[in-house]
């Protein structure tokens, strides 16, 4: 199990505040807090990766499993993966007929080429710009070779942003607003193509940031 201490205050501030974000977030996708354009984002991929006809989908980083359950509903095999194990009990509580497991992101609890597509929805914005190619690495491990994926996040120039009192607990977290270029470019190096990049403006009352979101393939995925 991978443990460096950004990892350690993900886990313990999630699993502080699982109840909280169910709470306050919830456990489906929804307007309030995914722009028109993202559900847009969402359902494009879902389409596209039915067309490959695909493995399972993991929703990495899954939460109380939002994502996992709108892909669900899209038709796909969805199932996640999360370091909190507060919110892993969230997400089968919330979606017992889903998948879900405990793991971290650079060691998935999967064997190698073994899911059709990834979904990191604002699952990367705990680890450090530094990190993300181990991230992209394991990906690379996972994936099926027609294999695609998506990251959605706050984007920004690669600056953190401390958080005293993450989600109303007592932990400290330092949050990542990922350099897009720099994203694509660890993604390229990482062997993937980039499929499309997409970037808005803030757009939803709690938003600050411009919000980013790139779709990509392993690099030997042929398109027809
Ligand atoms: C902002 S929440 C988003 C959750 C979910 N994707 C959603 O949209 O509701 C970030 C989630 O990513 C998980 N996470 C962050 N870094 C992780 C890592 N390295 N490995 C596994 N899970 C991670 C956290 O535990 C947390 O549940």
């Known amino acids: 199990m991978c443990e460096p201490d950004h990892l350690a205050s993900t886990r313990a ?23 028109p354009l993202d559900r847009a984002v969402l359902d494009a991929f879902a389409e596209s990766v039915r067309s490959q006809e695909p493995g399972s989908v993991l929703d990495a980083g899954c939460g109380p499993g939002r994502v996992a ?13 999360d370091i909190s194990v507060a919110m892993i009990d ?21 064997p190698d080429n073994s899911i059709g597509a990834a979904v990191y929805w604002y699952s990367i914005i705990t680890t450090p710009p530094s990190e993300l190619p181990a991230i992209w690495h394991e990906l690379r491990r996972v994936l099926e070779p027609e294999g695609q994926a998506l990251v959605a996040f706050q984007a920004g120039q690669g600056e953190s942003v401390e958080r005293a009192d993450a989600y109303g607990s007592s932990a400290a977290l330092t949050l990542y607003r990922h350099s ?19 970037r808005r403006q803030p757009d939803l009352p709690h938003e600050t940031t411009p919000q980013a979101f790139i779709l990509l393939a392993r690099s030997d995925l042929q398109i027809p």
């Open 13 to 35: 501030v999630y699993d502080h505040s699982a109840a909280q974000y169910v709470a306050g977030v919830g456990t489906a996708v929804s307007a309030k807090f995914e722009a």
């Open 90 to 110: 969230a997400a089968r509580a919330a979606h017992p007929h889903l998948r879900f497991d405990q793991g971290c992101l650079t060691a998935l609890p999967l």
């Open 180 to 198: 897009v270029d720099d994203v694509l470019t660890s993604l390229r190096h990482g062997d993937f193509d980039i499929r499309a990049e997409i």
């Open 69 to 81: 359950a709108y892909l669900a509903d899209r038709g796909l095999d969805a199932r996640g993966v």
